[in-house]
């Protein structure tokens, strides 16, 4: 499985932004998906999953109520709509991938995707 993440960019804080990743290399419908991020000086995070069917989701705290994670198989495309952003989600951002069997199961933890994308860059500033 190939990940292309994009999307990312400087924003002030209160603003949005939408993330894409697109999937090839693989049916994107068996494949579960995932947001993870990294700041600079920290250990990579998740932040959002959803089901290969895309009737699950699942977000880190820190995100909940800001942060959308939703999928359109059509288009091999996951994507991450982020609002009200603040300074403390500045980070690189993956998206990843793993087969799944399950059309329901979510994944959280880094160690249970085994693609990732190469990472995109959101800046925000206060």
């Known amino acids: 499985v190939q990940l292309q993440a994009s999307g990312g960019g400087l924003v002030q804080a209160g603003g949005s932004l939408r993330l894409s990743c697109a999937a090839s290399?693989?049916?994107?419908?068996?494949?579960?998906m995932g947001w993870f991020r990294q700041a600079p000086g920290k250990e990579r995070e998740f932040v959002a999953a959803?089901?290969?069917?895309?009737?699950?989701?699942y977000y880190s705290d820190s995100v909940k109520g800001r942060f959308t994670i939703s999928r359109d198989n059509a288009k091999n495309t996951v994507y991450l709509q982020m609002n009200s952003l603040k300074p403390e989600d500045t980070a690189v951002y993956y998206c990843?991938?793993?087969?799944?069997?399950?059309?329901?199961?979510?994944?959280?933890?880094?160690?249970?995707?085994?693609?990732w994308g190469q990472g995109t860059q959101v800046t925000v500033s206060s």
């Open positions: 959803i089901s290969r069917s895309g009737g699950n989701t």
């Open positions: 290399g693989r049916t994107f419908s068996s494949i579960a």
């Open positions: 990843a991938a793993v087969v799944m069997h399950s059309a329901i199961v979510v994944v959280t933890a880094r160690t249970g995707y085994d693609y």
